[in-house]
């Protein structure tokens, strides 16, 4: 087979590959904005089942939830032109929608990459797709609940006290919240990825404790570039639970080292 067939051969491959995650997320998100979750109550147990519903669908009901249970009090959530309650709903289903799909995402990439890897680092890839799935959802999960509504206080705190009344657009809050969630789903995988690349060879445990100086910088310098603001203060949200994840790889690996020696004995 020639070169240029094999590229052509890789580039189809790619597209079909692209395309399933494609349609998955697509079938997500069309079912996130056509559909309303409706409760219905059965031997005293609340249960949901979805309708067909695409104004009140289940993006809007999420961007319901999220107002009530993100914003502050003090704050209301606005829109100035026609059309961004819609386009907010969108961001929200193209994120459920990436949640959703993530094992089908994962399975693709992870095909695609695998013929230019060795055995024993598509064993590595392998074993932590799932956690990484999960690790994924902690760290949305982590960043709404014990993060965000924190911030968002923090930040219009000032407003209050200079006696401003704020309003929030529904477009730059989905796109904040939003924003946190990916940058916490996604360095919620640095202690996987520092594992994957201990194990697959590329490093050794040694390896972190010897750059865990550059590590925090950075790590610092990710937290300013990804926070939406210059007040150098949110991105530590972001920052002291990435340092903490670090040291918590760096321990976990070296831990596994030292049992492996004492069984190698």
């Known amino acids: 087979m020639s070169e240029i067939q094999e590229i052509t051969q890789h580039l189809n491959e790619l597209r079909t590959r692209i395309l399933r995650i494609v349609i998955s997320v697509g079938i997500v998100i069309a079912f996130i904005l056509s559909f309303h979750f409706t409760s219905i109550e059965f031997a005293g147990v609340t249960l949901y089942?979805?309708?067909p519903n695409p104004l009140n669908n289940i993006a809007a009901q999420i961007a319901n939830q999220m107002k009530i249970q993100l914003v502050p009090e003090s704050v209301a959530?606005?829109?100035t032109a026609p059309g961004q309650a819609f386009f907010a709903q969108i961001y929200i289903a193209a994120l459920v929608g990436i949640v959703v799909s993530m094992p089908i995402i994962v399975r693709e990439l992870s095909g695609f990459i695998a013929p230019a890897l060795e055995e024993r680092e598509i064993k590595v890839g392998r074993s932590v797709t799932i956690p990484a799935v999960g690790l994924f959802a902690i760290g949305c999960v982590f960043s709404y609940f014990m993060v965000i509504?924190?911030?968002l206080d923090f930040l219009y705190q000032y407003g209050e006290s200079a006696g401003i009344i704020t309003f929030l657009n529904i477009v730059d809050f989905v796109t904040f919240v939003l924003q946190f969630l990916l940058a916490f789903?996604?360095?919620f995988q640095l202690p996987l990825v520092m594992y994957a690349a201990t194990v697959s060879?590329?490093?050794?445990s040694s390896f972190w404790r010897k750059n865990i100086r550059y590590a925090i910088v950075a790590i610092v310098v990710f937290g300013a570039i990804i926070t939406p603001d210059g007040s150098?203060?949110?991105m530590w949200f972001i920052s002291v639970p990435m340092i903490a994840l670090y040291l918590a790889g760096m321990a976990v690996i070296e831990r596994k080292q030292r049992q492996s020696r004492i069984l190698n004995t």
């Open 232 to 234: 150098g203060v949110t």
């Open 149 to 151: 509504p924190y911030l």
């Open 49 to 51: 089942y979805p309708e």
């Open 201 to 204: 060879g590329l490093t050794d």
């Open 185 to 187: 789903g996604i360095s």
């Open 77 to 79: 959530l606005i829109q």
